[in-house]
């Protein structure tokens, strides 16, 4: 959003509608660099006069919503932190200071590349990004060899892999020394203890029986 420029008319118009005369309700507060004007206005139907001014901003009707851009000075002043609004010479001085940062930040940016970084070799200006991964092309065979080979294989009967049977037959040889180990670690069955002593006591062998009531005794007449 370029700054527009004034004419000698328009700076007449702004000076007449910031004058604070005592019938008006609406003044001109000032303008920013790019043709927006700031306005205080009472609300109608106030009667106080010691009652806060309201503060509204109106852009150029040439000027689209999304380009309009408010400097700091005028957000303040909008937001009531500051009361006096921004003149001319500070708003132009905010923007060479703003450019100014630009160039410096520029500056610096370039001094930080020329710099040469850790993961750089004796003798190299800067590294530069290397690519991702790149995948090795693989050889593609032409169909006539594919069909070749599949022929091959299909006339060629299968034979057992030696491999596999050398482990079938250490797989079998392992099963049976695990058998056999498990048969030489079998407990032994336990001989009868001839000190053990025996049970021949009438009381040892008593077990009570259930109860029984007895029969009820015949009523008397």
């Not at 920013?32 to 010691?50: K, M, Q, S, V």
């Not at 923007?95 to 003798?123: F, N």
Request: charged fraction near 30%.
């Amino acid at each position: 959003m370029s700054t527009n420029r004034i004419s000698p008319f328009v700076k007449v118009w702004y000076k007449w509608k910031s004058l604070k005369l005592p019938w008006r309700r609406k003044f001109l507060a000032g303008h920013d660099l790019y043709g927006n004007t700031f306005w205080e206005f009472r609300i109608a139907g106030t009667t106080d006069p010691a009652g806060r001014w309201r503060r509204i901003v109106n852009m150029p009707s040439t000027t689209h919503y999304g380009d309009v851009k408010l400097s700091p000075a005028w957000h303040q002043w909008l937001r009531y932190t500051r009361w006096e609004p921004p003149s001319i010479e500070e708003q132009r001085a905010d923007v060479i200071r703003q450019e100014r940062m630009k160039v410096l930040a520029a500056e610096a940016d370039a001094r930080w590349a020329a710099k040469p970084g850790y993961v750089d070799a004796p003798g190299e200006v800067k590294a530069q990004p290397q690519p991702v991964l790149q995948q090795k092309s693989v050889p593609q065979e032409a169909p006539e060899e594919k069909v070749e080979r599949t022929t091959e294989n299909e006339s060629t009967p299968a034979q057992p892999d030696e491999t596999e049977a050398q482990a079938t037959e250490g797989a079998t040889l392992s099963r049976e020394e695990t058998w056999r180990k498990m048969q030489q670690q079998k407990p032994k069955p336990t001989e009868a203890n001839p000190w053990v002593k025996t049970r021949g006591g009438p009381s040892e062998e008593w077990q009570p029986q259930a109860w029984q009531p007895p029969a009820a005794a015949p009523k008397k007449l």
